[in-house]
C-alpha cells in the first residue's frame, strides 16, 4: 500500500467538502435517486469484490499458481476493499442527509 502524501490527503479532503456541500444542496428527489444509484453501485462492488477475493484465495491455495500472481490478486484484493469502504462512507452520508433508505427496485 502506498502512503498518500500530505499534498494527496489535503486535495481528498477538498473533494470531500465539495462532494458534502452538493449532497447538501440537491432536493430530497434527485439526493434518493442518487441514494438508490449508490445502493446499486455498493452492491455491484460488493459482488465483485467477493468474486475476486473467492480468486485469490483460489491462488493462494493451489500449488500450481505462481505465489506473485497470488500476491498480486491479495493487493487487489485489498485495493479493492479500501475503495467499497470509500464508497460505503459516501453512502451512509447521503443516507444520513436523506433520512430514510429509499426502496431499491430489482433490476
Known sequence: ???????????????GEVLRDYLASVDKTMLERLVIDAIREHRCLLESDQLLHEEWQR???????????????????????QATAAQQEVLSY???????????PTD
Open 1 to 15: 500500500m502506498v502512503a498518500m502524501s500530505d499534498s494527496d490527503l489535503s486535495s481528498e479532503a477538498k473533494c
Open 59 to 81: 491462488a493462494a491455495t493451489s500449488p500450481s499458481v505462481p505465489q506473485e500472481h497470488a500476491e498480486a490478486l491479495r493487493a487487489h484484493c485489498l485495493d479493492r476493499q
Open 94 to 104: 447521503m443516507l444520513n442527509l436523506l433520512g430514510y433508505i429509499p426502496n431499491v
